[in-house]
């Protein structure tokens, strides 16, 4: 069984940065991992994914150049840094893998799935 547990959420003002961690347990070597959130009223969004085996990562356009996505595989964990954060950034964050595809489209179809942080970018 596959557990996912984010943490790394908060409140920020435009501009500012926050890294989420992703701590992850279970058997989850060869999975595509990724990021996916989802802002009041809006469905829900994959930002960034990465594929360690294969080194690697994807992400939406609107994060492209701001966000990161990297793994430490010693510790399980997944990281989303993320830098010049918006307003339009604001939305929970989840943590996820396993997608049918590997691709950041096809993660919010993943099979796992952590509770979420929530991330605020305040103007």
């Known amino acids: 069984q596959v557990q996912l547990v984010e943490s790394g959420g908060g409140s920020v003002q435009a501009g500012g940065s926050l890294r989420l961690s992703c701590v992850a347990s279970?058997?989850?070597?060869?999975?595509?991992m990724g990021w996916v959130r989802q802002a009041p009223g809006k469905e829900r969004e994959g930002v960034a994914l990465?594929?360690?085996?294969?080194?690697?990562?994807e992400y939406v356009d609107s994060v492209k150049g701001r966000f990161t996505a990297s793994q430490d595989n010693a510790k399980n964990t997944l990281y989303l840094q993320m830098n010049s954060l918006k307003p339009e950034d604001t939305a929970m964050y989840y943590c996820?893998?396993?997608?049918?595809?590997?691709?950041?489209?096809?993660?919010?179809?993943?099979?796992?799935w952590g509770q979420g942080t929530q991330v605020t970018v305040s103007s």
């Open positions: 990465i594929w360690p085996g294969a080194g690697i990562t």
């Open positions: 279970g058997y989850t070597r060869n999975y595509c």
């Open positions: 996820t893998a396993d997608p049918p595809i590997c691709r950041v489209s096809s993660l919010s179809l993943s099979n796992y």
